[in-house]
Protein backbone atom coordinates (compact mmCIF):
# COMPACT_ATOMS: atom_id res chain seq x y z
CA UNK A 1 0.00 0.00 0.00
CA UNK A 2 1.28 3.52 -0.45
CA UNK A 3 1.44 5.92 1.97
CA UNK A 4 -1.12 8.16 0.20
CA UNK A 5 -3.73 4.62 0.44
CA UNK A 6 -2.45 3.91 4.77
CA UNK A 7 -3.40 7.93 5.13
CA UNK A 8 -6.78 7.00 2.62
CA UNK A 9 -7.86 3.93 5.52
CA UNK A 10 -6.74 5.98 8.56
CA UNK A 11 -9.18 8.60 7.49
CA UNK A 12 -11.99 6.18 6.65
CA UNK A 13 -11.09 4.17 9.94
CA UNK A 14 -11.28 7.14 11.71
CA UNK A 15 -15.44 8.16 10.49
CA UNK A 16 -13.99 11.49 8.74
CA UNK A 17 -15.99 11.74 5.24
CA UNK A 18 -14.30 11.72 1.95
CA UNK A 19 -15.47 14.69 0.34
CA UNK A 20 -15.09 15.51 -3.71
CA UNK A 21 -11.65 17.56 -3.95
CA UNK A 22 -9.70 14.88 -1.45
CA UNK A 23 -7.20 12.18 -3.02
CA UNK A 24 -8.60 8.71 -3.37
CA UNK A 25 -7.65 5.52 -4.44
CA UNK A 26 -8.70 5.30 -8.21
CA UNK A 27 -10.83 1.81 -7.23
CA UNK A 28 -12.77 3.52 -4.39
CA UNK A 29 -13.74 5.92 -7.06
CA UNK A 30 -14.69 3.70 -9.85
CA UNK A 31 -16.59 1.52 -7.44
CA UNK A 32 -18.58 4.56 -6.22
CA UNK A 33 -19.48 5.42 -9.49
CA UNK A 34 -20.77 2.28 -9.89
CA UNK A 35 -22.73 2.13 -7.02
CA UNK A 36 -24.35 5.67 -6.97
CA UNK A 37 -24.64 5.58 -10.67
CA UNK A 38 -27.11 1.88 -10.60
CA UNK A 39 -28.58 3.85 -7.64
CA UNK A 40 -29.56 6.71 -10.12
CA UNK A 41 -30.80 4.38 -12.65
CA UNK A 42 -32.80 2.53 -10.07
CA UNK A 43 -34.70 5.43 -8.75
CA UNK A 44 -35.41 6.43 -12.63
CA UNK A 45 -36.29 3.33 -14.09
CA UNK A 46 -38.30 2.37 -11.15
CA UNK A 47 -41.06 5.45 -11.85
CA UNK A 48 -41.86 3.35 -15.13
CA UNK A 49 -43.50 0.83 -13.47
CA UNK A 50 -45.62 3.18 -10.85
CA UNK A 51 -46.14 5.69 -13.76
CA UNK A 52 -47.97 2.79 -15.74
CA UNK A 53 -51.02 3.34 -12.56
CA UNK A 54 -51.90 6.73 -12.68
CA UNK A 55 -54.25 7.47 -15.14
CA UNK A 56 -55.97 4.12 -13.16
CA UNK A 57 -55.30 5.13 -9.75
CA UNK A 58 -58.77 4.67 -7.82
CA UNK A 59 -59.35 8.10 -6.38
CA UNK A 60 -58.05 11.89 -7.31
CA UNK A 61 -56.79 11.50 -3.94
CA UNK A 62 -54.74 8.20 -4.49
CA UNK A 63 -53.45 9.91 -7.81
CA UNK A 64 -52.49 12.66 -6.26
CA UNK A 65 -49.89 10.80 -3.87
CA UNK A 66 -48.83 8.62 -6.80
CA UNK A 67 -48.15 11.21 -9.05
CA UNK A 68 -46.11 13.22 -5.99
CA UNK A 69 -44.64 9.65 -5.30
CA UNK A 70 -43.05 9.02 -8.88
CA UNK A 71 -42.00 12.49 -8.69
CA UNK A 72 -39.58 11.69 -5.48
CA UNK A 73 -38.32 8.98 -7.23
CA UNK A 74 -37.17 11.30 -10.53
CA UNK A 75 -35.96 13.88 -8.01
CA UNK A 76 -33.54 11.10 -5.83
CA UNK A 77 -32.46 10.03 -8.81
CA UNK A 78 -31.15 13.74 -10.02
CA UNK A 79 -29.10 13.89 -6.40
CA UNK A 80 -27.79 10.33 -6.90
CA UNK A 81 -26.31 11.44 -10.50
CA UNK A 82 -25.37 14.83 -9.15
CA UNK A 83 -23.55 12.95 -6.68
CA UNK A 84 -22.24 10.41 -9.11
CA UNK A 85 -20.74 13.52 -10.95
CA UNK A 86 -18.53 14.87 -8.05
CA UNK A 87 -16.49 12.21 -9.18
CA UNK A 88 -15.21 12.94 -12.58
CA UNK A 89 -18.23 11.90 -14.54
CA UNK A 90 -20.58 13.41 -16.91
CA UNK A 91 -24.53 13.02 -16.88
CA UNK A 92 -24.10 11.69 -20.33
CA UNK A 93 -21.71 8.94 -19.96
CA UNK A 94 -23.76 7.64 -17.00
CA UNK A 95 -27.27 7.32 -19.13
CA UNK A 96 -24.22 6.02 -22.14
CA UNK A 97 -24.07 3.17 -19.37
CA UNK A 98 -27.51 2.57 -18.70
CA UNK A 99 -28.61 2.38 -22.33
CA UNK A 100 -25.58 0.25 -23.38
CA UNK A 101 -26.44 -2.35 -20.96
CA UNK A 102 -22.39 -1.81 -18.80
CA UNK A 103 -24.48 -0.57 -15.86
CA UNK A 104 -27.38 -2.59 -13.86
CA UNK A 105 -30.17 -1.05 -12.06
CA UNK A 106 -32.07 -2.95 -9.45
CA UNK A 107 -33.36 -5.87 -10.25
CA UNK A 108 -37.17 -5.39 -8.82
CA UNK A 109 -37.88 -2.83 -11.68
CA UNK A 110 -37.50 -5.70 -13.89
CA UNK A 111 -41.56 -7.19 -12.80
CA UNK A 112 -44.51 -5.88 -14.29
CA UNK A 113 -46.88 -3.97 -12.03
CA UNK A 114 -50.00 -6.04 -13.44
CA UNK A 115 -53.06 -4.36 -10.17
CA UNK A 116 -53.69 -1.69 -8.61
CA UNK A 117 -52.84 -3.80 -5.61
CA UNK A 118 -49.08 -3.85 -6.74
CA UNK A 119 -48.81 -0.21 -6.32
CA UNK A 120 -49.32 -1.03 -2.59
CA UNK A 121 -46.78 -3.99 -2.93
CA UNK A 122 -44.22 -1.45 -4.48
CA UNK A 123 -44.43 0.98 -1.98
CA UNK A 124 -44.28 -1.48 1.36
CA UNK A 125 -42.47 -3.52 0.01
CA UNK A 126 -39.73 -1.95 -2.35
CA UNK A 127 -39.90 0.87 -0.57
CA UNK A 128 -39.62 -0.58 2.37
CA UNK A 129 -36.26 -2.78 1.43
CA UNK A 130 -35.02 0.73 0.00
CA UNK A 131 -35.47 2.09 3.38
CA UNK A 132 -33.77 -0.51 5.09
CA UNK A 133 -30.15 -0.41 2.66
CA UNK A 134 -30.74 3.35 2.52
CA UNK A 135 -30.77 3.73 6.14
CA UNK A 136 -27.27 2.52 6.59
CA UNK A 137 -26.12 4.55 3.74
CA UNK A 138 -26.53 7.57 5.52
CA UNK A 139 -23.14 6.57 7.25
CA UNK A 140 -21.23 6.12 3.78
CA UNK A 141 -17.89 7.30 3.68
CA UNK A 142 -17.95 9.27 0.21
CA UNK A 143 -20.11 12.93 1.78
CA UNK A 144 -22.29 13.77 -1.07
CA UNK A 145 -23.76 10.29 -1.35
CA UNK A 146 -23.98 9.89 2.60
CA UNK A 147 -25.62 13.41 2.56
CA UNK A 148 -28.60 12.68 -0.19
CA UNK A 149 -29.41 9.67 1.73
CA UNK A 150 -30.71 11.78 4.50
CA UNK A 151 -33.19 13.22 2.13
CA UNK A 152 -33.81 10.44 0.28
CA UNK A 153 -35.08 8.32 3.40
CA UNK A 154 -36.95 11.06 4.74
CA UNK A 155 -39.39 10.88 1.76
CA UNK A 156 -38.78 6.81 0.96
CA UNK A 157 -40.30 6.71 4.55
CA UNK A 158 -43.11 8.08 3.52
CA UNK A 159 -43.69 6.17 0.16
CA UNK A 160 -43.32 3.64 2.21
CA UNK A 161 -46.38 4.36 4.46
CA UNK A 162 -48.65 5.05 1.39
CA UNK A 163 -47.46 1.28 0.52
CA UNK A 164 -48.94 -0.16 3.26
CA UNK A 165 -51.67 2.13 3.78
CA UNK A 166 -53.25 0.93 0.08
CA UNK A 167 -52.65 -2.59 1.74
CA UNK A 168 -54.42 -2.03 4.48
CA UNK A 169 -57.55 -0.66 3.15
CA UNK A 170 -57.56 -3.59 0.05
CA UNK A 171 -57.05 -5.91 3.17
CA UNK A 172 -60.22 -3.97 4.36
CA UNK A 173 -61.91 -4.40 1.92
CA UNK A 174 -64.09 -6.83 -0.20
CA UNK A 175 -63.00 -10.79 -0.39
CA UNK A 176 -61.65 -9.96 -3.90
CA UNK A 177 -59.83 -6.53 -2.95
CA UNK A 178 -57.81 -9.38 -0.37
CA UNK A 179 -57.52 -11.49 -2.42
CA UNK A 180 -55.66 -8.81 -5.26
CA UNK A 181 -53.74 -7.60 -1.92
CA UNK A 182 -52.46 -11.77 -1.33
CA UNK A 183 -51.70 -12.00 -4.81
CA UNK A 184 -49.63 -8.45 -4.93
CA UNK A 185 -47.38 -9.46 -2.06
CA UNK A 186 -47.11 -13.49 -3.69
CA UNK A 187 -45.38 -11.98 -6.57
CA UNK A 188 -43.12 -9.08 -5.19
CA UNK A 189 -42.19 -11.02 -1.38
CA UNK A 190 -39.28 -12.96 -3.87
CA UNK A 191 -38.14 -10.64 -5.74
CA UNK A 192 -37.74 -7.84 -2.85
CA UNK A 193 -35.70 -10.34 -1.38
CA UNK A 194 -33.26 -10.18 -4.05
CA UNK A 195 -32.62 -6.19 -4.05
CA UNK A 196 -30.22 -6.60 -1.19
CA UNK A 197 -27.82 -8.58 -3.62
CA UNK A 198 -26.24 -12.02 -3.71
CA UNK A 199 -25.41 -13.89 -0.24
CA UNK A 200 -22.69 -12.41 1.46
CA UNK A 201 -20.29 -15.01 0.44
CA UNK A 202 -21.37 -14.92 -3.36
CA UNK A 203 -21.03 -10.57 -3.20
CA UNK A 204 -18.26 -10.07 -5.07
CA UNK A 205 -17.81 -6.17 -3.99
CA UNK A 206 -18.80 -6.62 -0.33
CA UNK A 207 -15.19 -7.17 1.17
CA UNK A 208 -13.66 -3.88 -0.49
CA UNK A 209 -16.39 -1.95 -0.55
CA UNK A 210 -17.47 -2.62 3.82
CA UNK A 211 -13.24 -1.87 4.45
CA UNK A 212 -14.15 1.42 2.66
CA UNK A 213 -16.80 1.83 4.39
CA UNK A 214 -19.16 2.81 1.33
CA UNK A 215 -21.08 -0.24 2.74
CA UNK A 216 -22.10 -0.06 6.38
CA UNK A 217 -23.88 -3.67 6.69
CA UNK A 218 -23.77 -6.76 4.49
CA UNK A 219 -26.44 -7.47 1.69
CA UNK A 220 -27.44 -10.57 4.69
CA UNK A 221 -27.62 -8.48 7.31
CA UNK A 222 -29.89 -6.00 6.02
CA UNK A 223 -31.95 -8.55 4.09
CA UNK A 224 -32.72 -10.43 7.30
CA UNK A 225 -33.77 -6.92 9.05
CA UNK A 226 -36.29 -6.42 6.15
CA UNK A 227 -37.91 -9.48 6.69
CA UNK A 228 -37.46 -9.25 10.64
CA UNK A 229 -40.02 -6.32 10.11
CA UNK A 230 -42.23 -7.28 7.48
CA UNK A 231 -43.47 -10.09 8.69
CA UNK A 232 -45.06 -8.39 11.86
CA UNK A 233 -46.50 -5.91 9.00
CA UNK A 234 -47.85 -8.03 6.94
CA UNK A 235 -49.47 -9.97 10.26
CA UNK A 236 -51.01 -7.07 11.64
CA UNK A 237 -52.92 -6.28 8.58
CA UNK A 238 -53.64 -10.20 7.85
CA UNK A 239 -51.55 -10.69 4.99
CA UNK A 240 -49.75 -14.05 4.63
CA UNK A 241 -45.56 -14.10 3.46
CA UNK A 242 -45.57 -16.69 0.83
CA UNK A 243 -43.12 -18.61 2.70
CA UNK A 244 -43.44 -21.91 4.39
CA UNK A 245 -40.16 -22.30 5.54
CA UNK A 246 -40.59 -18.46 7.86
CA UNK A 247 -39.91 -19.41 11.29
CA UNK A 248 -39.52 -17.42 14.36
CA UNK A 249 -35.62 -18.82 15.57
CA UNK A 250 -35.77 -18.38 19.51
CA UNK A 251 -31.94 -18.78 19.51
CA UNK A 252 -31.20 -16.51 16.83
CA UNK A 253 -34.05 -13.70 17.31
CA UNK A 254 -34.74 -13.64 13.47
CA UNK A 255 -36.88 -15.54 11.54
CA UNK A 256 -35.72 -18.21 9.42
CA UNK A 257 -36.90 -18.40 5.78
CA UNK A 258 -36.82 -20.52 2.73
CA UNK A 259 -34.27 -20.85 -0.20
CA UNK A 260 -33.92 -17.48 -2.64
CA UNK A 261 -33.88 -18.69 -6.30
CA UNK A 262 -30.72 -17.02 -7.30
CA UNK A 263 -31.33 -18.19 -10.86
CA UNK A 264 -33.98 -16.21 -11.46
CA UNK A 265 -31.96 -13.39 -10.11
CA UNK A 266 -29.02 -14.01 -12.25
CA UNK A 267 -31.40 -14.49 -15.58
CA UNK A 268 -33.00 -10.98 -14.32
CA UNK A 269 -29.48 -8.74 -14.06
CA UNK A 270 -28.58 -10.56 -16.70
CA UNK A 271 -31.08 -8.54 -18.88
CA UNK A 272 -33.38 -12.25 -19.29
CA UNK A 273 -36.25 -10.96 -16.51
CA UNK A 274 -40.11 -10.14 -17.88
CA UNK A 275 -39.57 -6.42 -18.37
CA UNK A 276 -35.90 -5.65 -19.02
CA UNK A 277 -36.78 -4.66 -22.66
CA UNK A 278 -39.61 -2.81 -22.00
CA UNK A 279 -37.91 -0.75 -19.31
CA UNK A 280 -34.69 -0.31 -21.21
CA UNK A 281 -36.18 0.52 -24.54
CA UNK A 282 -38.71 2.90 -22.70
CA UNK A 283 -35.75 4.82 -21.12
CA UNK A 284 -33.93 5.04 -24.62
CA UNK A 285 -37.14 6.53 -26.08
CA UNK A 286 -38.19 9.04 -23.62
CA UNK A 287 -33.77 10.24 -23.82
CA UNK A 288 -33.97 10.59 -27.47
CA UNK A 289 -37.49 12.42 -27.62
CA UNK A 290 -36.48 14.11 -24.86
CA UNK A 291 -32.43 15.86 -26.49
CA UNK A 292 -34.50 19.03 -27.75
CA UNK A 293 -34.79 20.31 -23.92
CA UNK A 294 -31.27 19.50 -23.11
CA UNK A 295 -30.08 21.34 -26.90
CA UNK A 296 -32.24 24.03 -25.64
CA UNK A 297 -30.87 24.24 -22.17
CA UNK A 298 -27.25 24.62 -23.89
CA UNK A 299 -28.22 27.29 -26.35
CA UNK A 300 -29.42 28.96 -23.84
CA UNK A 301 -26.29 29.01 -21.38
CA UNK A 302 -23.66 29.49 -24.17
CA UNK A 303 -25.59 32.72 -25.27
CA UNK A 304 -25.90 33.82 -21.77
CA UNK A 305 -22.44 33.22 -21.59
CA UNK A 306 -21.47 35.07 -24.34
CA UNK A 307 -24.19 37.95 -23.45
CA UNK A 308 -23.77 38.39 -19.39
CA UNK A 309 -27.33 40.43 -18.62
CA UNK A 310 -26.62 44.19 -17.85
CA UNK A 311 -27.81 43.67 -14.30
CA UNK A 312 -24.65 40.93 -14.17
N1 LIG B 1 -30.33 -5.69 -8.80
O1 LIG B 1 -21.17 -7.63 -5.05
P1 LIG B 1 -22.62 -7.35 -4.89
C1 LIG B 1 -35.53 2.59 -4.88
C2 LIG B 1 -25.33 -6.76 -8.71
S1 LIG B 1 -34.33 1.84 -5.83
C3 LIG B 1 -29.42 -5.59 -9.79
O2 LIG B 1 -23.26 -7.73 -3.61
P2 LIG B 1 -22.83 -4.56 -4.17
C4 LIG B 1 -36.89 2.77 -5.42
C5 LIG B 1 -24.25 -5.79 -8.23
O3 LIG B 1 -24.43 -4.50 -8.80
C6 LIG B 1 -33.17 1.22 -4.69
N2 LIG B 1 -28.12 -5.88 -9.62
O4 LIG B 1 -22.85 -5.78 -5.18
C7 LIG B 1 -37.08 3.49 -6.60
C8 LIG B 1 -23.02 -6.53 -8.68
O5 LIG B 1 -22.81 -6.33 -10.09
P3 LIG B 1 -21.72 -5.23 -10.65
C9 LIG B 1 -31.86 0.89 -5.30
C10 LIG B 1 -27.73 -6.27 -8.39
O6 LIG B 1 -22.83 -3.32 -4.97
C11 LIG B 1 -38.39 3.62 -7.14
C12 LIG B 1 -23.38 -7.99 -8.54
O7 LIG B 1 -24.80 -8.05 -8.52
N3 LIG B 1 -30.92 0.88 -4.19
O8 LIG B 1 -35.21 2.94 -3.81
O9 LIG B 1 -21.75 -4.75 -3.15
C13 LIG B 1 -39.48 3.06 -6.49
C14 LIG B 1 -22.83 -8.60 -7.25
O10 LIG B 1 -23.44 -8.00 -6.08
C15 LIG B 1 -28.62 -6.37 -7.31
C16 LIG B 1 -29.60 0.86 -4.35
O11 LIG B 1 -29.10 0.82 -5.44
C17 LIG B 1 -29.96 -6.06 -7.55
N4 LIG B 1 -30.90 -6.15 -6.59
O12 LIG B 1 -24.23 -4.71 -3.38
C18 LIG B 1 -39.26 2.36 -5.29
C19 LIG B 1 -28.79 0.95 -3.07
N5 LIG B 1 -27.93 -6.78 -6.23
O13 LIG B 1 -22.22 -3.87 -10.22
C20 LIG B 1 -37.98 2.24 -4.75
C21 LIG B 1 -27.32 1.16 -3.30
C22 LIG B 1 -26.67 -6.96 -6.61
O14 LIG B 1 -20.41 -5.57 -9.98
N6 LIG B 1 -26.66 -0.06 -3.68
N7 LIG B 1 -26.54 -6.65 -7.91
O15 LIG B 1 -21.76 -5.42 -12.12
C23 LIG B 1 -26.26 -1.00 -2.78
O16 LIG B 1 -26.47 -0.90 -1.57
C24 LIG B 1 -25.49 -2.16 -3.33
O17 LIG B 1 -25.01 -1.81 -4.61
C25 LIG B 1 -26.33 -3.49 -3.42
C26 LIG B 1 -25.45 -4.58 -4.06
C27 LIG B 1 -26.70 -3.93 -2.01
C28 LIG B 1 -27.58 -3.29 -4.26
Not at 111 to 132: F, R
Amino acid sequence: MSEEEILFQQRIDAELKVEPKDWMPEKYRQNLIRQISQHAHSEVIGMQPEGNWITRAPTLHRKSILLAKIQDEGGHGLYLYSAAETLGISREELVQALHSGAAKYASIFNYPALTWADMGAIGWLVDGAAIVNQISLQRTSYGPYARSMVRICKEESFHQRQGYHIMMVLMQGSQEQQAMAQDALDRFWWPSLMMFGPHDAESANSTQSMKWKIKRKSNDELRQKFIDQSVKQAEVIGLKIPDPALKWNKAREHYDFGKIDWDEFARVIKGDGPCNRQRLQHHIRTHNEGAWVRDAVAAYEAKHKKQPTRAA
